[in-house]
């Protein structure tokens, strides 16, 4: 069985909305603009790229992804990576040509039966509905959180607000940057 996990910026009031600069949020790009860069406190990026196997993405962080992070010089390991998209409305001729194997999946219950195949981790950047989506549906095995110190208020958040029983996580890994960034890796515990 393959290991689910969900890699996110999140503030500290749960808020995953634009950190990178994408239009329309009021407070767009807030993990570069609100915050010191120290590069240390982003090698879990690098690590995520060596150690996953597969990607997979909702539809609007593939749209929003796909004509971008193919040519970036961060995004290496992600170009041959397989990549998979959860979309309902998502067709073929929708898919760019430019950054490898990509097959659309659509029903979590094509997500499960991923999880149960042969292969390493499969991990999922942005796509805060499909987050929510896969822990409501207990898909989630493990969470790669990069807190920063900010309350944003509005935006989309990482987490659901369904009213569900409690969802122990074990801490695996913590450390603190000088800029207040908290690194977080939990395993949903089962």
Known sequence: ???????????????????????????????????????EAYEIKVREQ?????LLLGRVSYEAFSPVWPDMAEFPGYRAMPKYVVSTTLAE??????????????SLDEVAALKETEGGPIIVHGSAALNRSLSDAGLIDRYHLLV????????????S????????????????????????????AR
């Open 1 to 39: 069985m393959r290991t689910l996990i969900s890699t996110a910026f999140v503030s500290l009031d749960g808020v995953v909305e634009a950190p990178g600069g994408e239009p329309g949020y009021r407070n767009t790009g807030w993990t570069v603009k609100l915050v010191d860069f120290l590069p």
């Open 50 to 54: 060596e150690e996953a196997a597969a």
């Open 93 to 106: 001729d929708d898919l760019v040509t430019n950054w490898g194997e990509t097959t659309i999946l659509r």
């Open 148 to 159: 920063f110190p900010l309350l944003l208020g509005a935006g989309k958040r990482l987490f």
């Open 161 to 188: 607000d369904t009213d569900k029983d409690a969802q122990k996580l074990r801490l695996v890994e913590h450390e603190v940057y000088a800029n207040g960034i908290q690194k977080n890796v939990f395993d949903v």
